[in-house]
């Protein structure tokens, strides 16, 4: 009997662990989780500092200024980035400063240069409104002792540009999880193989390769072995270093579906046998000593579906990730979907956001071992279980991919 979805969801869940930590070169880090609170030693930014190109001020002696009535203060030295003022801004003096640099002692407010004239030494202030809030205070932006990016941040851009301003060079951040990917049938070819009658090329490893890498893993591909129990056993064993195996083929009822042999002479504890979903009903999942080992259907479109919607929650969190769900919307079906489902069913979609709401069409080329639609897809319809066929114009749960 197939188990629920959500059943087969928690259960591995609940088995799997994050795959470790380890430092890494910050420029290494880009898509990494961040295993640690990270926190500023110091003020950013450390001084108070000009926004702009301008002139620093006493605030109070330029708010009234205009083209009609300057105010006329003399330049007592300038100050680019880098740079530390040694003059003192005092009543009827201005210092030069330029974006970046340190707020001398006395200054209060910041003038733009477009809203100054140069004669000489002498620098009219046409308009000083506004001066005291073009600077950038001290400690703004992030406080000393702040925890300024958390443990379990996805780094992005912004928060490798975080983490080198407050000089954390090696930051510890979770592994990728290793996951081999084992692929049997004696019917299948290598990609680079002239194909003999009877034989396909092997598709599985580089879709689920592509997949493994989205979740935030490390594909380890053994390549295609023959439907042969020991040869199966033997690439199990070998694949000790990964922490997840990922087989495909031989987990239905055929005479050449030698998945549950291959589960008995390893000793495997079987977790879950089938799950009440299409595509992607044979699942065979259990653990080798702490290693999760599953099997999943050969024919590609079931072995995808079955991995987004079971394995790939469990690589983001053994990678550290603190949310394994992709976001789901409600949508208008543009075009009709004619297969009733008595189980719950997944439909390759494509999603756009109209006038009225999120649109969804359903891709053609459906099938369990048809894998075309999936290029185009960017979103999954969920269809409840026991759902008659679909009609255009009705509202239905969708899965956005990207």
Not at 18 to 29: R, S
Not at 326 to 340: D, E, P
Request: neutral net charge.
């Amino acid at each position: 009997m197939a188990s629920k979805l959500e059943t087969v969801q928690q259960t591995l869940l609940e088995v799997v662990r994050t795959a470790g930590t380890e430092p890494l070169p910050l420029e290494q880090c880009w898509q990494r989780v961040l295993a640690e609170d990270v926190a500023a030693d110091m003020d950013f930014p450390p001084f108070d500092r000009s926004p702009l190109d301008g002139y620093a001020v006493i605030a109070a002696e330029v708010e009234a200024a205009g083209r009609e009535r300057p105010v006329v203060l003399r330049e007592v030295e300038s100050v680019a980035a880098g740079e530390v003022p040694r003059q003192i801004v005092v009543p009827g003096t201005t210092c030069r400063i330029m974006t970046g640099a340190p707020l001398p002692e006395g200054a209060t407010g910041v003038v733009k240069l477009e809203d100054t004239v140069r004669l000489g030494r002498r620098i009219h202030i046409l308009n000083g409104a506004g001066a005291a809030r073009n600077i950038c205070r001290r400690g703004e932006e992030i406080a000393a002792g702040e925890v300024a990016v958390a443990a379990g941040t996805l780094l992005n851009s912004g928060a490798m540009g975080t983490l080198a301003l407050l000089g954390r060079a090696r930051p510890l951040v979770h592994r990728r999880p290793r996951v081999g990917i084992i692929v049997t049938g004696s019917e299948l070819a290598t990609v680079d193989d002239a194909l003999p009658p009877g034989k396909i090329h092997d598709s599985n490893s580089y879709m689920l390769g592509a997949q493994v890498r989205d979740a935030g893993a490390e594909p380890v591909l053994f390549g295609v072995i023959r439907d042969d129990v020991s040869a199966i056993c033997a690439v199990i064993e070998k694949a000790g270093d990964c922490d997840m195996v990922i087989t495909t083929g031989g987990v239905s009822v055929g005479d050449y579906d030698l998945a549950r042999l291959v589960f008995t002479r390893l000793g495997i504890a079987t977790l879950c046998e089938r799950v009440d979903m299409k595509p992607g009903m044979p699942v065979l999942a259990g653990l080798l000593a702490d290693r999760l080992v599953v099997g999943l259907s050969g024919n590609p479109a079931a072995a995808s579906i079955a991995f987004e919607q079971i394995i790939r929650p469990l690589l983001l969190k053994m990678g550290g990730r603190k949310a394994w769900w992709r976001q789901s919307a409600r949508g208008t079906m543009t075009k009709g979907f004619a297969k009733g489902s008595g189980a719950r069913r997944f439909v390759w979609a494509y999603s756009w956001l109209g006038e009225a709401g999120l649109l969804v069409e359903p891709l053609p080329l459906q099938g369990n071992g048809m894998l075309k639609s999936a290029i185009a897809a960017n979103s999954l319809i969920a269809v409840e279980a026991g759902s008659p066929p679909i009609g255009a114009g009705e509202n239905i749960e969708v899965i956005l991919l990207h």
